[in-house]
């Protein structure tokens, strides 16, 4: 049995940095949840402020001069209380070490960096919602994406059926009409769509060539 290398070590970190800042982020707003930061409303007032909301993309107020910007990072290290926290953590876990072990960790990084902004783009192009946005799902359907263009890609490439990557995407897609309704309509749909697309996208930037061995 073989050591994982120093880089797949130093590379699994940078999903681990991602976890450990979400988790960090949603224990401070379970301390004001239960009434232990002296701010009223306090995970109101963080959504607020880094949530991503449509309207400040249109005539909305700003609560500071950088929000309409950086609301296009900051709302995926946000989520809707533990249970969302623990089930994006899991997926982005399982999601982030196919990604790593295919391009390694400057790869990884861009195509979370490119789904994370994909997904706050497509939730500003097709919502008209009047709630925040948060959670890290458009990033991670980004992720998802991404290896599934590789394998498109590589059964191409090896002339194999394309069959089971159709099914994966259609499979996706009915879990989030699933999800639409069960959650009253709730989910974020928009956001998971614009993710998964850059991430396909990034993926073919980052790494085009399909698999031969």
């Known amino acids: 049995m073989t050591e994982p290398?120093?880089?797949s070590v130093s590379n699994r970190s940078l999903v681990f940095a991602i976890i450990a800042m979400c988790m960090v982020v949603e224990a401070v707003l379970q301390l004001g949840d239960f009434g232990l930061v002296p701010i009223p409303r306090f995970r109101s007032v963080i959504y607020e402020n880094f949530g991503f909301w449509t309207g400040l993309l249109e005539n909305w107020r700003p609560n500071y001069a950088l929000q309409p910007w950086l609301m296009f990072l900051t709302?995926?290290?946000?989520?809707?209380?533990?249970l969302h926290l623990v089930l994006n953590?899991?997926?982005l876990y399982s999601l982030g070490g196919p990604v790593l072990n295919r391009v390694g960790g400057k790869g990884f990084l861009l195509l979370y960096a490119a789904s994370l902004l994909g997904g706050a783009a497509?939730?500003?192009?097709?919502s008209d919602a009047?709630?925040?946005m948060v959670g890290a799902s458009g990033a991670l359907f980004g992720l998802a994406g991404a290896l599934l263009a590789w394998d498109y890609v590589d059964r191409f490439t090896l002339q194999e059926r394309?069959?089971?990557?159709a099914r994966a995407v259609l499979l996706l897609a009915a879990l989030n009409v699933a999800l639409y309704f069960a959650m009253d309509r709730l989910?974020?749909?928009e956001a998971h769509l614009g993710g998964f697309a850059a991430g396909w996208v990034m993926a073919l930037l980052v790494d085009p060539r399909g698999r031969v061995d």
């Open 162 to 165: 394309l069959w089971p990557v």
């Open 89 to 91: 953590m899991v997926t």
């Open 187 to 189: 989910l974020a749909w």
């Open 5 to 7: 290398s120093a880089s």
């Open 122 to 126: 497509g939730f500003a192009l097709l």
């Open 130 to 132: 009047v709630r925040p």
């Open 75 to 82: 709302y995926a290290f946000l989520h809707a209380g533990l």
